[in-house]
């Protein structure tokens, strides 16, 4: 258990249906991230919030859209996706250079 | 930009055999760095990481890494692996912007 907790760990989505991945820490972090991790490509980053401020949307279709509401909680709001937005979705959260990485949720759209 | 590479996407060993896996960084200053370990259906577990000093650094699981800044690498190594240790190993850098890099992962499979 690294602290950072992910919910839900599987989903599948049809392409027209609204869901939202939610992640959770209480490491006392500041910092918050979403990560892509697709089939056969580098782990690439989505949103940073730093003290519940968004300072990175990492050119990332509007489809996506992050929310932090207060430093120990991120959601990631899913709509209107394509199939090729299945993937593994990562959040971590850092205080400092380390970052703690949830377990992720396996999005598949249909 | 800083970018990191891992040269090799797949590695098979067989198990007792040593292991290294190779990692290379572009950045101006001395990243921090760290190597992940990333099993089947699970989340990025951390091995072991590098900020300054001692450019030996031994993590968990029997894991260590050098740092090499001539070569700007850092190669992961363990001196005998066990069935276990099958998994995605990701390395990675920040430059101590909150900002971490990764490389695109090297898959270990180990032969009994």
């Known amino acids: 258990e690294t602290g950072v907790t992910q919910t839900p760990r599987h989903l599948v989505m049809g392409m027209t249906n609204k869901k939202s991945l939610k992640c959770e820490q209480h490491?006392?972090?500041?910092?918050m991230y979403w990560y892509k991790q697709s089939a056969k490509k580098p782990l690439e980053l989505m949103f940073v919030?730093?003290?519940?401020?968004?300072?990175e949307n990492n050119s990332v279709p509007s489809r996506f859209s992050p929310e932090c509401p207060n430093s120990s909680h991120l959601f990631l709001h899913l709509h209107t996706l394509q199939p090729e937005d299945s993937a593994l979705y990562l959040c971590?959260?850092?205080?400092?250079?380390?970052?703690?990485f949830g377990q992720g949720t396996r999005l598949t759209v249909v | 930009a800083q970018s990191v590479t891992q040269p090799d996407i797949h590695i098979t060993v067989s198990e007792g055999a040593s292991l290294e896996l190779r990692c290379n960084y572009s950045?101006?200053?001395?990243?921090?760095l760290f190597w992940y370990v990333q099993s089947p259906g699970q989340g990025l577990q951390l091995l072991l990481k590098?900020?300054?000093?001692?450019?030996l650094v031994q993590g968990i699981k029997g894991f260590e890494a050098e740092f090499k800044r001539s070569q700007s690498s850092f190669n992961l190594r363990k001196p005998s692996v066990h069935w276990s240790d099958a998994a995605e190993y990701l390395c990675?850098?920040?430059?101590?912007?909150?900002?971490?890099?990764f490389g695109g992962g090297t898959r270990l499979m180990v032969k009994p």
């Open positions: 971590a959260s850092s205080q400092g250079s380390e970052a703690f």
């Open positions: 490491l006392g972090h500041n910092a």
């Open positions: 919030y730093n003290f519940k401020e968004q300072t």
């Open positions: 950045y101006g200053a001395t990243p921090y």
């Open positions: 590098y900020f300054s000093g001692d450019t």
């Open positions: 990675t850098s920040n430059n101590a912007g909150n900002m971490l890099t």
